[in-house]
């Protein structure tokens, strides 16, 4: 069995956030794993996200056109403006 709780630990015990269904008295092994924040959940969908992050990178003009240039060192395709 295999069941995942969070929980919160007050230096002598666990408390789970939710309710378990586990059975009293009984010995189970525990895998403790820190969770370091709580993750922000957003009702954005992906466009939502680019369209917010676009235009917050400073990069060359023909960065679009000239991709594997900036990112790979090859020869730039297009040499006149």
Known sequence: MLEKLTVTYDGSAFYPEESINLEPNTRYI?????QQKPTDTTN??????????AGTYEAPED???????????????NLHP
């Open 30 to 34: 525990i895998q403790i794993i820190a």
């Open 44 to 53: 954005k969908n992906a466009w939502d996200m680019l369209e917010e992050m």
């Open 63 to 77: 960065w679009s056109s000239e991709h594997d240039h900036y990112l790979y060192g090859t020869p730039k395709r």
